[in-house]
């Protein structure tokens, strides 16, 4: 079946590095991509999305770079700071018209200060 | 604007007891979705409901019933509770496919345990 998925489920960085979690998707189709941060006891909290018609878009401190030839998406955060700490998830848009999503398993992100 | 709300947010359930989990938005939003989530895990569509008066069966939908009771409110009952559904349930909603910006906004979640 379709699936989205991470390549690294925890990612520790220090305080004022750049940060850069992957994703890889399966579904050639899909035409929409999300990344969501959720914090512990929380429901996700979108972050960025893209669509299938760009390969770069970027938000305050954050970047979403989409690689449609090999199906791979990445966010990158600028100047990781300690409310960063969370997990990551990436989501795909497959259901056409009915939006949707498939999550991925999630990334850690952990920021040493 | 409060945007998605859910109750309640802790339930403790015996095994064969129903419940039913409340969801409502204030974003004037069509779709609305139901999700769980479970330890390591990413979130599943178990039920979504594209406009007002339809639902459709999304992942894992088996043990669930869902009601677009009206724009606002969707609900997602448990007929049976079984230990297989203590999870953590999210509700989304988002504008239409159509909209420029359609992405999904989420609820705090219910932490339902099964006994």
Same mark, same amino acid.
């Given at each position: 079946?379709?699936?989205v998925?991470?390549?690294?489920?925890?990612l520790?960085?220090?305080?004022?590095?750049?940060?850069?979690?992957?994703?890889?998707?399966?579904?050639?189709?899909?035409?929409?991509?999300?990344?969501?941060?959720?914090?512990?006891?929380?429901?996700?909290?979108?972050?960025?999305?893209?669509?299938?018609?760009?390969?770069?878009?970027?938000?305050?401190?954050?970047?979403?770079?989409?690689?449609?030839?090999?199906?791979?998406?990445?966010l990158?955060?600028?100047?990781?700071?300690?409310?960063?700490?969370?997990?990551?998830?990436?989501?795909?848009?497959?259901?056409?018209?009915?939006?949707?999503?498939?999550?991925?398993?999630?990334?850690?992100?952990?920021?040493?200060? | 604007? !409060?945007?998605?709300?859910? #109750?309640? +947010?802790?339930? *403790?359930?015996?095994?064969?007891?129903?419940?039913? =989990?409340?969801?409502?938005?204030?974003?004037?939003?069509?779709?609305?979705?139901?999700?769980?989530?479970?330890?390591?895990?990413?979130?599943?569509?178990?039920?979504?409901? !594209?406009?007002?008066?339809? #639902?459709? +069966?999304?992942? *894992?939908?088996?043990?669930?019933?869902?009601?677009? =009771?009206?724009?606002?409110?969707?609900?997602?009952?448990?007929?049976?509770?079984?230990?297989?559904?203590?999870?953590?349930?999210?509700?989304?909603?988002?504008?239409a496919?159509?909209?420029?910006?359609?992405?999904?906004?989420?609820?705090?979640?219910?932490?339902?345990?099964?006994?």
């Open positions: 079946g379709e699936s998925g991470l390549h690294l489920p925890t520790s960085v220090q305080e004022g590095d750049n940060s850069i979690i992957n994703c890889a998707y399966s579904n050639s189709a899909s035409d929409y991509f999300i990344w969501y941060k959720q914090e512990s006891g929380k429901g996700p909290q979108f972050i960025i999305d893209i669509r299938s018609n760009m390969d770069k878009r970027q938000g305050q401190r954050v970047t979403v770079l989409l690689n449609k030839t090999v199906k791979h998406l990445s990158q955060i600028a100047a990781t700071q300690p409310g960063d700490s969370a997990v990551y998830f990436c989501a795909e848009n497959y259901g056409g018209a009915t939006n949707k999503l498939i999550f991925g398993t999630g990334t850690l992100l952990a920021v040493q200060p | 604007n !409060a945007g998605v709300t859910q #109750t309640p +947010k802790f339930q *403790v359930l015996k095994t064969g007891q129903s419940m039913t =989990l409340q969801c409502a938005q204030d974003m004037n939003h069509n779709s609305m979705y139901w999700y769980r989530q479970d330890p390591g895990m990413g979130l599943r569509l178990i039920y979504y409901s !594209a406009s007002e008066g339809t #639902t459709d +069966k999304g992942e *894992v939908p088996n043990g669930y019933n869902v009601s677009r =009771l009206n724009k606002r409110e969707f609900s997602l009952r448990l007929e049976s509770a079984a230990p297989s559904q203590t999870s953590v349930y999210f509700c989304a909603s988002s504008k496919r159509q909209a420029s910006s359609y992405e999904q906004y989420f609820g705090p979640g219910t932490r339902l345990t099964v006994t």
